[in-house]
C-alpha cells in the first residue's frame, strides 16, 4: 500500500510531465505551422505611424492623410502653429507624429489653457503663420473651415478662410 507521500509525489511530477508535454505540443504547432494571423501592423512604410494614428486618435490610414495636409501647406510661407492643452500625451504624441510626417515644414508647439486660445491665436502673426492644428481644443470662432483629422485633431489653414 501506498503511503500519502508517495501519491503526492507521484502526483506532483505527474503534473509537471503533464504541463511540459502541453508546453512541447503548443510550442511545437507554432514552430511547424507559424504563429496566428493576428497580426495588427501591416507590412507599410507607415505601420508604426498609422498604429498610433489608429490607436490614439481613431485616424484610419493617419499618415496618408497628415502627408495630404501638409503637401497643401507645403510651400506657404510661414510656420504651422500647432495648439494643445499643457502637458497632455496626446499632444506630446500628436505634435511629435505630426512634426515628423511634416518635415520639413516648419511646426511650432503651444501649450495653451482652453481660456487662453482665443487670445493667443489671434496675436499670431499673419505674414508669418501657414496653418493652425489644434489638438484636443475647440477651435475659436471663425476658424472652422478646415480639415478635420481624427478625434479632437483640427487643421486650419490661416488666415482662415472667409
Do not use: N
Amino acid at each position: 500500500m501506498l503511503k500519502r507521500h508517495q501519491i503526492l509525489g507521484k502526483a506532483y511530477y505527474a503534473l509537471w510531465a503533464a504541463l511540459l508535454a502541453a508546453f512541447i505540443a503548443i510550442g511545437g504547432r507554432e514552430i511547424w505551422i507559424g504563429p496566428s494571423a493576428t497580426i495588427v501592423i501591416h507590412p507599410t512604410p507607415f505601420a508604426s505611424t498609422d498604429a498610433f494614428f489608429e490607436a490614439y486618435f481613431h485616424a484610419p490610414s493617419g499618415s496618408q492623410r497628415c502627408l495630404e495636409i501638409m503637401r497643401r501647406l507645403y510651400g506657404k510661407k510661414g510656420a504651422i502653429v500647432f495648439f494643445c492643452p499643457p502637458h497632455t500625451w496626446r499632444g506630446d504624441l500628436s505634435f511629435a507624429l505630426i512634426s515628423y510626417l511634416g518635415w520639413p515644414q516648419q511646426i511650432r508647439k503651444v501649450e495653451v489653457e482652453r481660456a487662453e486660445l482665443e487670445q493667443r491665436v489671434r496675436s499670431l502673426d499673419r505674414s508669418s503663420t501657414s496653418a493652425v492644428i489644434f489638438c484636443d481644443l475647440l477651435p475659436p470662432a471663425g476658424f472652422v473651415r478646415g480639415w478635420p483629422f481624427g478625434d479632437g485633431l483640427f487643421v486650419v489653414p490661416f488666415p482662415p478662410p472667409k
